[in-house]
C-alpha cells in the first residue's frame, strides 16, 4: 500500500485515542472510514472532528466481543463503501487484578474484547480484503505483549495472544502473495482513557498496592500524545513493517527482555517494589 487516498478503513475504539487520530489523520489523506465504537458520545465527538474533511464517514455502535455484531458491521462497511482496504482492530480495555483475585466474568470480559475481539475483526474483514487487491491488517497489541508486569496477567495474556496471533496471520498472508498484509503494534504509555476505563479489583491490596492510587500512578506513564502513536502507526503500514514499538518504554522493555528474558522478571518486581529478595537469590 503505497497511500491511503481513496481507501477505506475501518477502526474499532474509534471513539477516542488512538482509533480516533487514526481516522482523523487518514482522513487528512483522502481515506474514507468506517467507524465503530461501543461509545456512541465518543464516537460522535470523532465524526464531529471529521466534519470539514473531504472523505466518506459511516458509524456503527459495536461490542467487539459479539462475532455477530462485528460480522455485520464489516457487511455493512463493504454495502455503505463498495469495499474495505484496511482493519484497524484498535479497542481494548485493562483489568488490574492478582491471578488469585480475578474472577472469572473479569476474565471473560478481557479475553472477549481484546482477544477475541481482534480475532473477529480480522476474520470478518479479511475475505473483504482479499477482494481489494490492496489490503492492509492492523493489530494493536501492547508493551505488554512484550514482557509481562505484575497485575497485569490477564491484559499480558490477551496482548500476548494479539502478537502471536498476528504474527502467524502475516506469515501466512507472505505465503499467499493475496495482495493482504499485516502490522503488530506494541505501544508503551500512550496518553488514553484506558487507565481510567480499566477495572482494578481488591486484590492488588494482597501485593501492598493501593488499587485507586495505582490508576493514578499508571496515568503518569501515559505520555505519549495518541496523534503521534497514530502517525507512526500508519508509516508503519506504508513501509509494510512486521512489528512496530511505540516510544522509548516499549524498546527499552523489549530489549531488556531479549537480554535477559528470564531474569527481566525480577527487575520489572523491583521497580514496582514488590520482590525483596537480596540478588543472591535470583534464579
Known amino acids: 500500500m503505497k497511500n491511503f487516498k481513496n481507501k477505506v478503513a475501518a477502526i474499532t475504539g474509534a471513539g477516542s485515542g488512538i482509533g ?6 487518514l482522513a487528512k489523506q483522502g481515506c474514507h472510514l ?3 465504537d461501543v461509545n456512541a458520545q465518543g464516537l460522535q465527538k470523532t465524526v464531529e472532528l471529521l466534519k470539514d474533511s473531504n472523505v466518506r464517514v459511516t458509524t456503527q455502535i459495536v461490542d467487539v466481543a459479539d462475532r455477530e455484531a462485528v460480522k455485520a458491521w464489516a457487511e455493512e462497511t463493504v454495502r455503505n463503501h463498495g469495499s474495505v482496504n484496511l482493519i484497524f482492530n484498535n479497542a481494548g480495555v485493562a483489568l488490574a487484578s492478582t491471578v488469585e483475585g480475578a474472577n472469572y466474568d473479569e476474565l471473560e470480559w478481557i479475553v472477549g474484547i481484546n482477544f477475541w475481539g481482534v480475532v473477529y475483526g480480522t476474520k470478518e474483514f479479511l475475505p473483504y480484503l482479499k477482494k481489494s487487491g490492496d489490503g492492509h491488517i492492523v493489530n494493536i497489541s501492547s508493551l505488554f505483549g512484550l514482557t509481562a508486569q505484575p497485575t497485569q496477567s490477564a491484559y499480558n495474556a490477551t496482548k500476548f ?15 499467499q502473495k493475496c495482495g493482504v498484509s ?10 488514553t482513557n484506558i ?15 493501593h488499587p485507586e492510587k495505582s490508576v ?9 500524545p495518541p496523534e503521534e502513536a497514530a502517525r507512526q502507526i500508519l508509516d508503519a503500514v506504508l513501509k509494510d513493517k512486521r512489528r512496530l514499538l511505540i516510544g522509548n518504554d516499549a524498546k527499552f522493555l523489549d530489549a531488556l527482555q531479549r537480554v535477559m528474558p528470564a531474569k527481566y522478571q525480577y527487575i520489572t ?3 514496582t517494589g514488590m520482590n525483596k529478595k537480596p540478588r543472591n537469590q535470583i534464579v
Do not use: W, Y
Not at 495472544?161 to 505465503?175: H, I, Y
Not at 487507565?195 to 498496592?209: E, I, P, W
Not at 493514578?216 to 505519549?224: A, G, P
Open 20 to 25: 480516533q487520530q487514526l481516522a482523523v489523520l
Open 269 to 271: 518486581g523491583l521497580l
Open 182 to 191: 499485516a502490522l503488530c503494534v506494541h505501544p508503551g504509555g500512550i496518553r
Open 34 to 36: 468506517s467507524l465503530s
Open 195 to 209: 487507565a481510567n476505563a480499566a477495572k482494578v479489583n481488591q486484590s492488588l491490596k494482597s501485593l501492598g498496592m
Open 161 to 175: 495472544a494479539v502478537r502471536g496471533f498476528t504474527e502467524s496471520l502475516r506469515q501466512e498472508l507472505d505465503l
Open 216 to 224: 493514578s500512578s499508571f496515568n503518569k506513564l501515559l505520555r505519549i
